[in-house]
């Protein structure tokens, strides 16, 4: 692990290039390519013209989200003011940046479950490629474990010197079957506009709710048990987004199964 790439000094500056930022600027970089070329194949040129400020909106519209909710799930915690620098729930980021960008779509007029499916199939490659940057920098990490492929941080922002489930990794790997499940496995035989949306829906679901079994870092929030974790300390009880995972996986179901009936009857 490496979360500092390189430190230099600049006008009287200490500074550092870490690798958290790189891989979510390559991340960024993945998404925007994925998404212009996905809005093309659609026909959809508006969309694709004004790819760069529409992931500008969807990004703002993420943080939001994902610190908002957060800092909703710390209220009366007396970490919670250390905890603004770090703290971020991603299925926050995501109840948020739909709203979103349903209106940026409607202001380009573009049909929003159409544009929707755009984002939405090229999210768990940006995805992954940011759970790579939390592995480098140690944060959101999984709890002690002795199994061979375990890994040990010696640096970062997360638990060092004790052998962890790399589940940065785990929740990377998974999230790139999803992406190639959703591209090059429902895509072709999409029939309804939607499909993607949904079936990111449920797939990020399952994706969170395995990845969950592993994590062990107490600064999650639980909405049942949990409160009694140490850093390094398997789960007990319900995490917050094991618990909005099941909702979301019922709304992806749905989803699905109704965009498709209506399309079945056209």
């Known amino acids: 692990m490496k979360p500092v790439i390189f430190e230099f000094d600049l006008f009287g500056r200490h500074l550092a290039f870490h690798s958290y930022g790189l891989m979510i600027g390559l991340a960024f970089l993945l998404w925007a390519w994925l998404c212009r070329r996905a809005a093309r194949r659609d026909g959809e040129l508006r969309l694709a013209r004004g790819m760069t400020p529409s992931l500008m909106v969807l990004v703002a519209a993420m943080f939001l989200g994902g610190k908002g909710l957060y800092l909703l799930t710390v209220l009366g915690d007396d970490r919670a003011g250390r905890d603004l620098a770090t703290g971020f729930v991603f299925w926050g980021a995501i109840i948020v940046a739909t709203p979103a960008m349903i209106l940026r779509l409607r202001a380009l007029g573009v049909p929003v479950l159409r544009g929707l499916d755009v984002f939405a199939a090229a999210t768990p490659a940006a995805h992954a490629v940011g759970r790579v940057g939390c592995f480098l920098a140690g944060c959101c990490y999984g709890h002690r474990c002795d199994l ?3 890994v040990t941080f010696r640096e970062g922002v997360g638990l060092h010197d004790q052998p962890l489930h790399p589940v940065q990794l785990y929740e990377a790997l998974l999230l790139v079957l999803l992406w190639l499940g959703l591209e090059y496995g429902l ?3 999409r029939r309804a506009d939607g499909e993607l949306l949904f079936g990111y829906f449920a797939g990020y679901s399952v994706v969170r709710y395995v990845t969950e079994l592993f994590r062990g870092d107490p600064g999650r929030r639980f ?11 398997p789960p007990e009880g319900l995490s917050t987004s094991v618990f909005i995972s099941a909702a979301m996986l019922l709304v992806g179901i749905v989803g699905f199964v109704l965009v498709r009936r209506r399309a079945g009857r056209r």
């Open 187 to 189: 895509r072709p035989r």
């Open 223 to 233: 909405v049942f048990g949990g409160a009694d974790l140490a850093p390094g300390d």
């Open 148 to 150: 061979p492929w375990a």
